[in-house]
């Protein structure tokens, strides 16, 4: 069984919420055959276990820096919650924003939000109260539906969990797709993404640093993160800037045919 080995700091909920999808046999089961669909049927990058993980780090810590920049999660708004809850709802997001490439690839975020609103309440169920429980599950599934492109997020924890799922895009990540032949952009450019940093911004609460090894890495950013972060509810407390680095640009690409 695969723990998401979070920094849930003091945040006892989180923590318990974290032991129960470690112990999840479904839920650990579903992302093995989201995997499968995804890795060795479409093709295209890793978006099982690891992927989760490295994206609810990400989500965790970008939530965390955007609350010390003053920017206030939607529970804590709207319904009088905590901090501590939002952190809840971004990992659980997180955790489910992908099960439903286990029934297929093409529009699986609409799948992904029909299974994720079976399992979700047994995550939630005698941590919280049933109305808060309930306020929770359909943040989660929000931030869930939220995460296509083209879908506006409504909230910040939805928009914390579209960005940090665009973010997992450092170099190798799109290495199985690459090496099996498909050279495009999509996966040239990935390739040339070394490093994404999340800092403290200069005139806004985030700042994202992508370091490209390789100027295709642009297209990362301008096609893939803008438009994600263009339909977040984010946009306006993040910073982003890609560089390259090194005097030398990094060979990918020797021969392309058409």
Known sequence: MIS?????????????????IARDVELQTLWRCANVNAVERARITDHGPVHIRIVANIALKLLRMLAAGGVTPNVVADYGLTMEDAEVVVVLAVALHDIGIAVHRDEHE???????????GRFLE????????????????????????????????????????????????????????????????????????????????VRL????NNSAGIFQVDELLRGKLHNSSIAPYIE???????????????????
């Open 240 to 258: 982003v800037v890609a560089r390259i680095e090194g005097e030398a640009e990094k060979h990918i690409v020797t021969v392309y045919e058409a």
């Open 110 to 120: 609409s799948y992904s939000v029909i299974l994720a609103d079976r399992l979700v």
């Open 126 to 205: 005698g941590i919280y109260p049933p109305t808060e429980a309930t306020v929770l599950a359909a943040e989660v599934l929000h931030a869930v539906t939220a995460h296509r492109r083209e879908h506006r997020c409504l909230t910040v924890e939805a928009g914390v969990v579209k960005v940090a799922d665009a973010l997992d895009m450092t170099e190798g990540r799109s290495r199985i797709p690459f090496e099996a032949g498909q050279v495009n952009i999509h996966s040239v450019s990935a390739q040339a993404v070394s490093a994404v940093h999340l800092r403290k911004g200069e005139k806004k609460p």
């Open 4 to 20: 998401l080995n979070l920094p849930t700091r003091h945040n006892e909920r989180l923590q318990q919420v974290q032991e129960r």
């Open 209 to 212: 640093e992508i370091v490209l």
